[in-house]
T-cell receptor, first 107, second 118 residues
Framework: DAKTTQPNSMESNEEEPVHLPCNHS???????IHWYRQLPSQGPEYVIH???SNVNNRMASLAIAEDRKSSTLILHRATLRDAAVYYC????????FGEGTQLTVNP | GAGVSQSPSNKVTEKGKDVELRCDPI?????LYWYRQSLGQGLEFLIY????????KSGLPSDRFSAERTGGSVSTLTIQRTQQEDSAVYLC????????????????FGEGSRLTVL
């Protein structure tokens, strides 16, 4: 299975942008890059996905490197409700979740 | 229903007892996944179903764990002779497509079943 690598934790201030990185150097050509987040005591929720081009939705933006070996989830203006564990996974295999990045948002 | 439904939400059992956890996916979703999450840990893949068949059950930790899916809908995860290390939140997710599907296959997760083995 293609694996992803994320920092264990990141910190941001409210109203500031947040860039969450993910490395996936063994990605295959058919793997979609998916991001999910998990708030405390809840199941994960879908955030965004992409294949090659950068993507935007109401929650976030996804920037994908040209070689697809890395991607960055961008939260344009962090809020306290964005504090969660963010998971980057490759959609196309068994959907293996790594440890994710714990995002702390300071008021 | 509107989302993935799991039951029970909480289960406390004694070591050695059998437990059944149920997942009711979103109507029409062909793919169904079971994950396990121990306290403070990431998600551990257990098994996935495409329809009623399980192409990948390699994540099941031991032969005490089994899962079935009937009618392409509800799935049951059974843990026999529970052990304390089985204590975790068991999460179910469903999606419209299998992993090798050509489109998004966004996963929708339930709230999980918290299992505590005393």
């Amino acid at each position: 299975d293609a694996k992803t690598t994320q920092p264990n934790s990141m910190e941001s201030n409210e109203e500031e942008p947040v860039h969450l990185p993910c490395n996936h150097s063994t990605i295959s050509g058919t793997d979609y890059i998916h991001w999910y987040r998990q708030l405390p005591s809840q199941g994960p929720e879908y955030v965004i996905h992409g294949l090659t081009s950068n993507v935007n939705n109401r929650m976030a933006s996804l920037a994908i490197a040209e070689d697809r070996k890395s991607s960055t989830l961008i939260l344009h203006r962090a809020t306290l409700r964005d504090a969660a564990v963010y998971y980057c996974i490759l959609r196309g295999s068994r959907l293996t979740f790594g440890e994710g990045t714990q995002l702390t948002v300071n008021p | 229903g509107a989302g993935v439904s799991q039951s029970p939400s909480n289960k406390v059992t004694e070591k050695g007892k059998d437990v059944e956890l149920r997942c009711d996916p979103i109507s029409g979703h062909t793919a169904l996944y079971w994950y396990r999450q121990s306290l403070g840990q990431g998600l551990e893949f257990l098994i996935y179903f495409q329809g009623n068949s399980a192409p990948d059950k390699s994540g099941l930790p031991s032969d005490r764990f089994s899962a079935e899916r009937t009618g392409g809908s509800v799935s049951t995860l059974t843990i026999q002779r529970t052990q304390q290390e089985d204590s975790a939140v068991y999460l179910c997710a469903s999606s419209l497509n299998a992993p090798q599907g050509s489109n998004t296959g966004e996963l929708f997760f339930g709230e999980g079943s918290r299992l505590t083995v005393l």
